[in-house]
């Protein structure tokens, strides 16, 4: 398994403002995903961030709102820029470990985000 | 393309009552299966995975489930139901090999009550 912690783990902020996450995991991992989880919803995924190249973002998300940073192989940040209410959900990181075909992604605590 | 299917966004039984939470599944390979849990105000924890090996699955808490192929589904049970089981719970379904990307369906929300 893997043990994810994130910062902060809550915030409250004004529109038009940015606020950068931190995933920190406790062993090296290649992959790294950054989803987001609005009020009521499922989980959808924004991107997938492999150390040493650019983040790969998922269909409605773009790098200029949801800029990641993946500088070594047990760190990620996630930024969300210029912010609006609709942003106000909660942002899980998540790691894949095992192999062989076993591969599970584990979930760190979450980032509990509301703007005003 | 995957995507998965709860049935019930909301599921309420008593203590020690049975808990049936229903998935289904659409994938056009075998696909890897997972059920996690959401506790109030807290992230995913994993309570079981299928992975072609044994069609039923135990995890954690008293839960499992079982894969069952003609049916398409992989729903979650646990006999008796306890106080502490409130909480969202989310299936989700990978299909393996370079598709590390995991589809969730939209949740059920088990209320147990005393």
């Known amino acids: 398994s893997a043990v994810i912690s994130q910062k902060p783990s809550r915030d409250i902020c004004q529109r038009g403002t940015s606020l950068t996450i931190q995933c920190q995991v406790d062993?090296?991992?290649?992959?790294m995903f950054w989803y987001r989880q609005q009020p009521g919803q499922s989980l959808t995924l924004i991107a997938t961030a492999n150390q040493g190249s650019e983040a790969t973002y998922e269909s409605g998300f773009v790098i200029d709102k949801f800029p990641i940073s993946r500088p070594n192989l047990t760190f990620s940040t996630l930024t969300v820029s210029n912010m609006s209410p609709e942003d106000s959900s909660i942002y899980l990181c998540s790691v894949d470990k095992g192999g062989g075909g076993g591969e599970t992604q584990y979930f760190g605590p979450g980032t509990r985000l509301l703007v005003l | 393309a995957q995507s998965v299917t709860q049935l019930g966004s909301h599921v309420s039984v008593s203590e020690g009552a049975l808990v049936l939470l229903r998935c289904n599944y659409s994938s056009s390979v075998p696909p890897y299966l997972f059920w996690y849990v959401q506790y109030p105000n807290q992230g995913l924890q994993l309570l079981l995975k299928y992975t072609s090996a044994a069609t039923l699955v135990k995890g954690i808490n008293g839960f499992e489930a079982e894969f069952k192929k003609s049916e398409t589904s992989f729903h979650l049970t646990k006999p008796s139901a306890h106080m502490s089981d409130a909480a969202e719970y989310f299936c989700s379904v990978r299909t393996g090999g370079s598709n590390y990307k995991l589809t969730f369906g939209k949740g059920t929300l088990l209320t147990v009550n005393p």
């Open positions: 062993s090296q991992v290649t992959m």
